[in-house]
């Protein structure tokens, strides 16, 4: 089945700074590859989504890439902001079967004011 | 359009007691998610339904655990026997297709004593 590795698991930035947060995945046929932004006590928030045929996709301060024959994508948050500290969860969804969403373990984004 | 609601909120139980959760998708989702997210981890899939049919279950401790969604809607997920190691928090989510993002409700947080 698929499996989903991310770092790190803790990342602390200062206010303006950009992060980024990397995952690898073990299967080669998944296609959809989604972000998601978990506040305390929330439940998982799609932030943003990138699928098989892309590389790139950007919305405003936050960007995702996709390497494909690496199998592994990032995200990428610029001028970063206070509200940005959450704990970040990447995930990658199989396309055989039940097209389950296998998610990576979360990182802990914190923004130093 | 309202999201996932999921009720309660919190739940303290002791451990061989007994424990249900109930979910209701985003009016017209197909796809209904029952995650189990432990602290400091990422949410591990359960269950998947579409509409009422159960398309992976391969993760769910079924000596223990099992989950229903009677006429393709609502959802309930049950515990029995509890034991400690189910402390966890409790994701329902749904998708309008099983190909599609997934929208996650807040979670019912059990902590099992």
């Known amino acids: 089945g698929e499996n989903v590795e991310q770092h790190p698991s803790t990342l602390s930035v200062q206010e303006g700074d950009s992060a980024v947060i990397k995952c690898t995945y073990s299967d080669s046929a998944s296609n959809y590859f989604p972000w998601y932004k978990q506040e305390l006590g929330k439940g998982p928030q799609l932030i943003i989504d990138i699928r098989s045929n892309v590389g790139e996709k950007k919305d405003q301060r936050i960007a995702v890439t996709l390497n494909k024959t690496a199998k592994h994508f990032s995200l990428h948050i610029t001028e970063t902001q206070p509200e940005d500290s959450a704990v970040y969860f990447c995930a990658a969804r199989m396309v055989q079967g039940a097209q389950k969403l296998v998610f990576g373990q979360g990182t802990r984004l914190t923004i130093n004011p | 359009e309202a999201g996932v609601a999921q009720s309660p909120r919190y739940k303290i139980i002791e451990k061989r007691q007994s424990v249900a959760f109930w979910c209701n998708p985003i009016?017209?989702?197909?796809?209904l998610y029952w995650y189990q997210q432990i602290l400091g981890q990422g949410p591990k899939l359960l269950i998947q339904?579409?509409?009422?049919?159960?398309?992976?279950d391969s993760q769910l401790p079924k000596d223990r655990f099992s989950a229903e969604r009677l006429k393709g809607v609502d959802s309930t997920l049950k515990i029995q026997p509890a034991k400690l190691e189910d402390s966890a928090v409790y994701l329902c989510?749904?998708?309008?297709?099983?190909?599609?993002?997934?929208?996650f409700g807040q979670g019912t947080r059990l902590t099992v004593v």
């Open positions: 009016s017209g989702h197909a796809t």
């Open positions: 989510a749904s998708s309008p297709l099983r190909n599609t993002e997934a929208f």
């Open positions: 339904f579409q509409n009422n049919g159960v398309v992976d």
